[in-house]
Every structure is written in C-alpha cells, then in structure tokens.
C-alpha cells in the first residue's frame, strides 16, 4: 500500500496563499490518480481537486476553479495543492489520497492523516 504524510497547512489570513504537500512513500504513483479533499468541522468531505498521475489529467471542484493548482514531481513521488486567494470557507482539515482514477473518486483508498487549514478573516 501507499503510505501518505500531507504537509503545509496552517493560519493563514483571507487572501493568503497555501502550497500543501503529499508526500508518498510505499509505491511509485505511477498508474495512479492522486487528489485532494477536504472536510470543514460539522460538513462531509468533499472533492478538491485531482489528476492522474501519468497523463495528467486534472479535475477541479467549482469552489476551487481559477485558485487551486494541483500538480506533482515525479521524482519526489509527491504531489502539491497550490491554493490561492484564499477564503475564510477554504478552512478545513485536506486530506490527500490516491485512487485507481480521476474518473472514479469515490474508489480513493489511500489517505493521509489529514493537515489543517485555517483561513481568518
């Protein structure tokens, strides 16, 4: 299995900028897609953003569209979530996952721990 460890997440000021980070250990993402979710205090989880790996193609929640930017490095076997122009409805716990494809994300199995994401106002 893949193991995942999801890093830049913090306090952050509305309008601010986030570059969150998926590193993966285990298995190359090779053959794989890779995404994003997040989950806010008293909401259910909910699609970020997500790729596959290989041909890169890339999907994009609404409330993402034009700020959010995810993207990889192949050599590091890890992916990134650039988000911008953040929002005080941005603040939740991102959760970073690996599934068989972008076109099948409730099969994600493979999850991180999770790093907050807090947006003040």
């Known amino acids: 299995q893949v193991q995942l460890v999801e890093s830049g997440g913090g306090l952050v000021q509305a309008g601010d900028s986030l570059r969150l980070s998926c590193a993966a250990s285990g298995r190359s993402l090779s053959n794989y897609a890779v995404g994003w979710f997040r989950q806010a205090t008293g909401k259910e989880r909910e699609f970020v953003a997500g790729?596959?790996?290989?041909?890169?193609?890339?999907s994009y929640a609404d409330s993402v569209k034009g700020r959010g930017t995810i993207s990889r490095d192949n050599a590091k076997n890890t992916f990134y979530l650039q988000m911008n122009s953040l929002k005080p409805e941005d603040t939740a716990v991102y959760y970073c996952?690996?599934?068989?494809?972008?076109?099948?994300?409730?099969?994600?199995?493979?999850w991180g721990q999770g790093t907050q994401v807090t947006v003040s106002s």
């Open positions: 790729m596959n790996w290989t041909f890169k193609t890339k």
């Open positions: 996952a690996v599934g068989p494809s972008v076109y099948n994300l409730n099969a994600f199995a493979s």
